[in-house]
């Protein structure tokens, strides 16, 4: 258990004058581009059916947002919204070694506990850290096996949004502790969902977002928790990993800012379609190759690809499409982008789509997989009609910490997913904007979303 109590040890300790400037502003960053992702899915399925259920069983008034609509509720069902909302359209943030999207699960539950508890903008920003940090360093403890069965997000994400809470409510060492114990067993979410194109990730988002901000809240109230719950004999890494490395639970606490090495979505769709979309692009641009001059696209992956991309043959919904790596390369060969446009009004529907679809396949690579989940490679090797065989390679997609997005291009990809969702209001989008930017000074979060 020692590296659980050095994990609990950090979170208790962490202050806002630890933090470098680089993780503050990147932590702005990924404000923003959560932010923007949970506005995207405004009128989406399943979205309205989350909204509906918090307006019958939660309070009619309260002092969290949800984001979507304004509407005031209890912290626990403005964290379950918001969380079901951003983790739709596809275009969150992801850390690579821990396969885990951040955003998603602790930016809800901790705006949702800031306007609550009357916490200010460094307030939040300290305790979306502290998650970040923690749900990383759980992600990786728990390894590849884990993300084989489990949705990382879902099961991981629960931890997350409780510690970000948790150093909200400045927990001490003994409440990290139970904290996390009460939250990880609650921690839960199967791949499964994906071969009937069910709803479930947003569930497994908002349930991750709302379980963490209720074990937070009972822990502050006095609730104990298994004190071993990541590396005990019947805690979760025994029964849901085969991989586990109870070493990445304390990795460089305080030296390494594991938050800072979280990437950026540019493509709208599952991130392991990313490399090979990005490599795509690039051979296309480089041979100045049209979509009819292909025979044959073959990818070269790691195995957590095939795992996931590998239920999907051929689509039914948008959402399935963004899981199809056939979809993708499709929309890039013929397109050259795979936004949310394009996923919308064509995805489904383009005939050319559907024959680059029909030539893509999926190939395990050595190189590729033994590098995974800390680097995500792209390779892709392309038979054209005239007989040639072209490659192309790469290493870090849009995105990813070496090849980042600009502020501009942040806010100009806020800007989209605002207009996507039918706010064509850019002085809106610009307040929002200008709002996020100014966190740091920001003492009441009320209206921050508004």
Known sequence: MNHTHALATFLAQLRY????????????????????????????????????????????????????????????????????????????????????????????????????????????????????????????????????????????????????????????????????????????????????????????TAKAAADGLLAAYLTADGLTGARNILEGEQGMAAGMSSDARPACLSDRLGSRWALLETSFKFHASCRHTHPAADALLALMQREGLEHQQISAITTRVHQAAIDVLGRVDVPQTVHQAKFSMGAVLGLIAVHGKAGLPEFHELALTDADVAAVREKTRMQLDGEVDDAYPRRWLGRVDVQTTDGRGLSAAIDEPKGDPGNTLSRAELEDKFQRLLAFAGDSDTRRASLLIDRVWKLRGTADLSGLTE
């Open 17 to 204: 004058d630890d933090l470098p400037e680089a993780v503050l502003a990147r932590t702005e960053d990924l404000f923003l581009d959560w932010l923007g992702s949970a506005l995207a899915s405004r009128g989406a399925h399943p979205i309205p059916l989350f909204e509906r259920y918090a307006q019958l069983m939660g309070p009619q008034e309260g002092r969290a947002s949800i984001v979507l609509s304004g509407r005031r509720t209890s912290a626990y069902f403005a964290a379950l919204v918001n969380a079901a909302a951003s983790h739709l359209v596809e275009q969150d943030d992801l850390h690579n070694s821990s396969v885990l999207h951040p955003a998603t699960v602790v930016f809800p539950a901790v705006l949702a506990a800031a306007q609550d508890l009357g916490k200010s903008g460094q307030q939040l920003l300290l305790a979306s850290v502290a998650g970040y940090e923690a749900g990383i360093r759980i992600g990786e403890f728990l390894g590849r096996s884990h993300y084989r069965i489990f949705h990382t997000t879902a099961t991981v994400g629960t931890l997350a949004a409780a510690v970000a809470v948790g150093k909200l409510m400045d927990f001490d060492q003994e409440q990290f502790i139970n904290l996390l114990g009460s939250a990880g067993t609650q921690a839960s979410g199967l791949w499964e969902f994906l071969r009937d194109a069910a709803d479930s990730k947003q569930l497994h």
